[in-house]
């Protein structure tokens, strides 16, 4: 499965970053809720686990699922303090690093259309491991942006791309709002010059850039206001003001200069 593979370069290229990291690094305040980036690797790391139990049976998931779900109600912080403890973020960090790579490798012999567990409503392998490399990729802007390196994507980034695109409908519901149609056309440049489309071809109703940064907006990595993103038509306007690719409760996204990658 393609998005297994995708799944792994994208923890790699993250991977390569932290790797340049002394111990004390991960204790550095990111722009992120002040979120360390020790947490945000204990985040990922934690998430890793319960989508590979999900891989793994139904049982096994929910045996998970169980240990951690009376912690939840203390937020992500508090939750990830019940589970690792006082274990250094940099041991997490090679903990992260050791597993992801066999976990790649579980789900690319999986079958893509498995339908696996999850906190919410359940999904196909496929999904899963798609939606495991946007995680990857929104939280490790926030370590980009603070260490000043600018991030090299690659085809992969389409991934998030089209979460974002496919997530139109919900960034509308969990605001409250019932979503407009007909859905904005999106016209993305990809990191190699390559052009990726979604949706109806519309002169007074798009969404037109890089695919970078409809990323950044749709994982609410930025303000749209941050970018260089061209909206046409209030449709198309409105659903990047409100964007979120994302499970859970509705966030508000980051006020108008707030996230950028901090000056070498």
């Given at each position: 499965?393609?998005?297994?593979?995708?799944?792994?370069?994208?923890?790699?290229?993250?991977?390569?970053?932290?790797?340049?990291?002394?111990?004390?690094?991960?204790?550095?305040?990111?722009?992120?809720?002040?979120?360390?980036i020790g947490e945000i690797v204990e985040?990922?790391?934690?998430?890793?686990?319960?989508?590979?139990?999900?891989?793994?049976?139904?049982?096994?998931?929910?045996?998970?699922?169980?240990?951690?779900?009376?912690?939840?109600?203390?937020?992500?912080?508090?939750?990830?303090?019940?589970?690792?403890?006082?274990?250094?973020?940099?041991?997490?960090?090679?903990?992260?690093?050791?597993?992801?790579?066999?976990?790649?490798?579980?789900?690319?012999?999986?079958?893509?259309?498995?339908?696996?567990?999850?906190?919410?409503?359940?999904?196909?392998?496929?999904?899963?491991?798609i939606a495991r490399q946007m995680e990857?990729?929104?939280?490790?802007?926030?370590?980009?942006?603070?260490?000043?390196?600018?991030?090299?994507?690659?085809?992969?980034?389409?991934?998030?791309?089209?979460?974002?695109?496919?997530?139109?409908?919900?960034?509308?519901?969990?605001?409250?709002?019932?979503?407009?149609?007909?859905?904005?056309?999106?016209?993305?440049?990809?990191?190699?010059?390559?052009?990726?489309?979604?949706?109806?071809?519309?002169?007074?109703?798009?969404?037109?850039?890089?695919?970078?940064?409809?990323?950044?907006?749709?994982?609410?990595?930025?303000?749209?206001?941050?970018?260089?993103?061209?909206?046409?038509?209030?449709?198309?306007?409105?659903?990047?003001?409100?964007?979120?690719?994302?499970?859970?409760?509705?966030?508000?996204?980051?006020?108008?200069?707030?996230?950028?990658?901090?000056?070498?």
């Amino acid at each position: 499965m393609q998005a297994a593979a995708d799944f792994r370069e994208e923890c790699e290229s993250i991977d390569a970053l932290l790797s340049t990291l002394a111990p004390d690094d991960f204790a550095r305040a990111t722009q992120f809720k002040g979120w360390t980036i020790g947490e945000i690797v204990e985040h990922l790391h934690l998430f890793n686990i319960a989508a590979d139990k999900a891989l793994e049976s139904d049982a096994a998931f929910m045996a998970f699922a169980a240990k951690i779900m009376p912690a939840m109600a203390k937020g992500h912080r508090g939750l990830q303090r019940d589970w690792f403890g006082d274990a250094p973020a940099h041991e997490t960090y090679a903990a992260w690093r050791a597993y992801f790579s066999g976990m790649a490798e579980r789900f690319a012999n999986a079958n893509p259309e498995a339908r696996l567990k999850w906190f919410g409503p359940d999904m196909s392998a496929r999904s899963s491991i798609i939606a495991r490399q946007m995680e990857h990729w929104a939280h490790a802007q926030a370590i980009f942006d603070l260490l000043g390196v600018e991030r090299t994507n690659g085809a992969r980034l389409r991934n998030v791309a089209h979460i974002g695109v496919t997530t139109y409908s919900w960034s509308h519901k969990v605001n409250g709002l019932e979503p407009p149609r007909p859905k904005p056309h999106v016209r993305l440049t990809g990191p190699a010059g390559e052009l990726w489309e979604w949706n109806d071809s519309q002169d007074d109703n798009r969404v037109e850039g890089t695919a970078e940064h409809f990323c950044q907006v749709v994982t609410q990595c930025r303000n749209v206001a941050d970018v260089e993103l061209v909206t046409v038509g209030e449709t198309a306007t409105r659903w990047m003001a409100i964007a979120q690719c994302f499970a859970g409760p509705k966030e508000t996204p980051p006020a108008p200069g707030t996230r950028r990658r901090v000056s070498g």
